[in-house]
T-cell receptor
Framework: DTGVSQNPRHKITKRGQNVTFRCDPI?????LYWYRQTLGQGPEFLTY????????KSRLLSDRFSAERPKGSFSTLEIQRTEQGDSAMYLC???????????????FGPGTRLLVL | SQQGEEDPQALSIQEGENATMNCSYK?????LQWYRQNSGRGLVHLIL?????REKHSGRLRVTLDTSKKSSSLLITASRAADTASYFC????????????FGRGTSLIVHP
């Protein structure tokens, strides 16, 4: 168990460019979450997957954002036509949920820090 | 989804002192979790307390939950400089869509 990993750790891009982040969850975890965190705030939920199915998306996730988890393992988060307001830390977390579970603990990756110039 | 709000927003103490942080939320929950985040890093899960529990311990951590007041507290005893971090509570409800909602956190500084 190597924990949740995220790549890249840092990304600097120019406004209008597309960026893609990757998250590798803990291998046996079936749920994967994406969050966004800005300075001085807690993580804000963006979307989550159970296996390969994207089950819920936040209203924060505009049309420029898309996430995939094609084989139920790693996930990618793409931001198209980046804006300065997209600058934030993007966190990924995974968990193991079985049935109707209310006790699951999320394990977070180190995050990808995005700066849009 | 629920929202946990931590207070104080910032706490500065000396090593060896105890640190107490509070979390309030608005609606019924099934569990509440506390996380720690070191500067620029991901969150680390500390402890989960279920709605039918009133107190839970883990090492130097003690968490209480008062569902009648919709509040929880996290006590760190005999604090160390390494406890310097932001602490968040996250609340969740029953059902298949477990989406914990985080507050803004308490920033704790422990001076050596």
């Amino acid at each position: 168990d190597t924990g949740v990993s995220q790549n890249p750790r840092h990304k600097i891009t120019k406004r209008g460019q597309n960026v893609t982040f990757r998250c590798d969850p803990i291998s046996e975890h079936n749920r994967l979450y994406w969050y966004r965190q800005t300075l001085g705030q807690g993580p804000e939920f963006l979307t989550y997957f159970q296996n390969e199915a994207q089950l819920e998306k936040s209203r924060l996730l505009s049309d420029r954002f898309s996430a995939e988890r094609p084989k139920g393992s790693f996930s990618t988060l793409e931001i198209q036509r980046t804006e300065q307001g997209d600058s934030a830390m993007y966190l990924c977390a995974s968990s193991l949920a079985s049935g109707v579970s209310t006790q699951e603990t999320q394990y977070f990756g180190p995050g990808t820090r995005l700066l849009v110039l | 989804s629920q929202q946990g709000e931590e207070d104080p927003q910032a706490l500065s103490i000396q090593e060896g002192e105890n640190a107490t942080m509070n979390c309030s939320y608005k609606t019924s929950i099934n569990n509440l979790q506390w996380y720690r985040q070191n500067s620029g890093r991901g969150l680390v899960h500390l402890i989960l307390i279920r709605s039918n529990e009133r107190e839970k311990h883990s090492g130097r951590l003690r968490v209480t939950l008062d569902t009648s007041k919709k509040s929880s507290s996290l006590l760190i005893t005999a604090s160390r400089a390494a406890d310097t971090a932001s602490y968040f509570c996250a609340t969740g409800t029953a059902g298949g869509s477990y989406i914990p909602t985080f507050g803004r956190g308490t920033s704790l500084i422990v001076h050596p």
